[in-house]
């Protein structure tokens, strides 16, 4: 698709008058990047939903067997993250690479309607996931170079807030589906695939080609500078990253993932387990309330400090599933309370990354600090599983919520400098 000089993000806009016209806020690409994540999640989650309901209660995997598939299904996308954002910055093309990491879920999709048996599941899971490594660092680029520093967080807010629709449709359209349709598995997987190509449509036809290190050298022409150098990975070692990636990696070790919190809940009983998928909608209709608002306090108070500052609001999640409290009050408060704490992260951690490293390394930079979230991740669903097995769901809930807290108090000593460390280009 064609972008003229004016329309492309970072391009050194002149209003009537001759000056240089400010950028908005959020531009188009946010915009069109979110109603892409929008359709893609829709896709994914009505998948996924019932992903730790079935392989529990259906297939009968133990909490252990169950948290070493769930840190796979997380930690898969961290092996070629990496290598998605080098491609990205070697190549200067983030929306190709995204569009690939797409186009591999949606075929994804296709095969999934024809698997059968643990290892076909498994191949095409992976597949997915996959896809959704190789395409969010760059996403995450697209977005960070079409923006104004200063609204970073206000635009990441915006596009998780049009992807946590599609997170929050999702369960309820396959909940929809399954209810008018019993049984009706394989209807659910054609309007995924219909949902995913969809995504992969919009953003190749109408996704504008921002390109980070191009676009860098069209401001920079008529101003005294440089254009950036092209991508080295000794760029990756610059010294404002690596606190970052430090404190992500040790609070992302007592990330539990939120299909254990889930199951928490439902030990804590009285939900009938109908209603498992509608946790996850519970989760992300809070996300997107919050997302925007959240991501313009990162703004103005400092996003770094809302990073570590949100993780309180995990350990809050952790004690609520399994508090001796009503049912009722247990389920909406941990709900509500994992939406403040995707709120305060997600997008917050891609706008702080993006901004530590050169602007030709920025791609990577953001693939480093999501690598770096999913193998931490990855590895505190597997000891998880194994600590639930040993000391039962409360006991295991609060070891993790003390360690958790533990961890904020010294993170919050060492990444305050972080936010003065950013990068305004």
């Not at 969809?198 to 390109?211: F, H």
Request: charged share 15%.
């Amino acid at each position: 698709m064609y972008i003229s000089v004016r329309d492309r993000p970072g391009a050194d806009e002149r209003a009537a008058d001759g000056t240089r016209a400010a950028r908005p806020p959020v531009g188009r690409a946010v915009v069109l990047l979110g109603i892409v994540s929008l359709l893609t999640d829709v896709s994914s989650e009505s998948v996924s939903a019932i992903l730790p309901l079935y392989l529990t209660m259906v297939v009968g995997l133990s909490p252990v067997a169950y948290g070493l598939i769930d840190g796979l299904y997380q930690g898969v996308s961290a092996l070629v993250r990496l290598g998605g954002g080098w491609v990205s910055d070697a190549t200067d093309r983030p929306k190709w690479v995204a569009f690939l990491g797409y186009g591999l879920s949606a075929v994804a999709r296709v095969f999934l309607l024809f698997a059968s048996g643990a290892a076909g599941i498994a191949a095409v899971v992976t597949a997915d996931r996959i896809g959704k490594g190789i395409r969010t660092a760059p996403r995450d680029a697209m977005i960070s170079t079409a923006t104004p520093t200063e609204h970073l967080g206000r635009a990441f807010g915006v596009h998780r807030m049009l992807d946590t629709i599609g997170a929050a449709l999702g369960p309820l359209i396959a909940f929809g589906l399954l209810w008018a349709i019993p049984d009706g598995y394989s209807v659910v997987l054609v309007v995924s695939l219909a949902f995913a190509l969809a995504g992969v449509a919009l953003l190749g036809l109408l996704g504008p080609d921002v390109r980070p290190r191009r676009d860098r050298g069209a401001r920079a022409a008529g101003q005294t500078g440089p254009t950036p150098p092209p991508f080295r990975w000794r760029d990756l070692g610059d010294r404002r990253l690596r606190p970052l990636l430090v404190v992500a990696g040790v609070l992302g070790l007592l990330t539990v993932g939120d299909g254990f919190i889930y199951l928490a809940l439902l030990d804590h009983g009285g939900v009938n387990v109908t209603w498992f998928p509608l946790f996850y909608v519970g989760t992300n209709v809070a996300y997107l309330f919050l997302a925007v608002p959240i991501g313009r306090l990162a703004d103005r108070v400092g996003r770094s400090r809302t990073l570590v500052l949100g993780h309180l609001a995990l350990v809050g999640a952790y004690l609520c599933s399994v508090l001796p409290t009503s049912t009722a009050a247990a389920t909406v408060g941990t709900l509500a309370l994992l939406g403040v704490f995707y709120a305060a992260t997600d997008g917050v951690i891609a706008a702080i990354a993006g901004r530590l490293v050169p602007v030709q390394a920025r791609t990577s930079g953001i693939a480093a600090a999501q690598t770096v979230v999913a193998v931490a991740r990855m590895l505190a669903s597997a000891g998880f599983g194994l600590l639930w097995f040993l000391l039962g769901p409360a006991a295991a809930m609060a070891t993790v919520a003390t360690l958790l807290t533990v961890a904020i108090a010294g993170a919050a000593t060492r990444i305050g400098r972080l936010d003065r460390s950013e990068v305004t280009a």
